[in-house]
């Protein structure tokens, strides 16, 4: 159980990316905690198991979801059952769900790519976070939640949670084909008395919508990048923010992990053009002037496989401030933003 504690502290529940079973790091999950309040982005596979480590259920108010690929959603369903009316471990509020809607259409990088890839996927469709949130309540684990509202008396679990998806402003001009990632604002997602959370459109290839989200508290800011290639939006989203998660991966790692094949070639497509490698990391966080630059959804996610020191030390070159690799279950503490001079403010102090 979780101890109350006043400030804002940031707990790396999965550090690990991509859709494997690691033995060494549980998929990607990340919590901001503000006082006694929980705000989850994305659901990992195991990061279910390493959010009991620094919170406890009453704490949790909201899950942002920056994509729908499946290594971000793996323990969603977890995360919405476990808390819903257990004696002694249940949610202390309804739990509230932000993600991506339905695209309009299959992205696709142009026009003619489109028509290729309407023939390739066959007619399937894409779900918004409403409809994924409603499956894993009404079908997935539909069996279970009709008997324990039968058997132990639970309410509707619709109840306690609360499913939106995330309107992209109209001024941003966005299209799954034509412009996946345009140039824009930050837009705010989520309010309350202890935050405010906003998002931006990334490039993660053909993964459209994809979020970056920012919380901002009387403590200080926090950025958790998503999944992007070097994103002129996210080093917008993160200007001036004092920590800033971002993804890191070494291409020529992960491909030696893979045998030789057509699925190895259209996979290493993916990845140079959907990630951010560590060779430009550094210059995000140092373009975005923020305070403290953490790498986390580690590409490969496999035990010995990626170069961590190697990561860290080849961001410092282009990033003035820290740079840390996160591992699970890390605990990262915001400073309180009076107290706080961002790198961007030293630099225009001393322009």
Known sequence: MS???QGMTVHTLGTGGGPIVSGS???????VKVDDAAYVIDCGMGSIRNY???CAWPDLRGIFLTHHHS????DLGSFLVTGWQVPGESFSRPIEVFGPGRP?????LDAEHAVQIDARVAGRAMTATTEVVDALLDKVFASDICIRMADEGREEPHNWVIAHDIEIPAAANADPVEARHPQMEPFEVYRDELVTVTAILVDHRLCFPAFAFRIDSAYGSVVVSGDTAYSENCIRLARGADLLLHEVMDLQAILATFPDGPTRDGIEIH???SHTSFDEVGKVAQAAGVGQLVLHHIVPN???AADVQKMQQVASLDFDGPVQVAEDNDCFVVPVVPEHETQLEKAEATA
């Open 104 to 108: 309009s259409r299959v992205p696709a």
């Open 25 to 31: 790091r549980a998929g990607t999950s990340t919590v």
């Open 71 to 74: 290594d971000h959603i793996y």
């Open 302 to 304: 496999t035990p010995g």
């Open 52 to 54: 009991r480590s620094s």
């Open 3 to 5: 101890k109350s504690v």
């Open 271 to 273: 990845l140079r053009e």
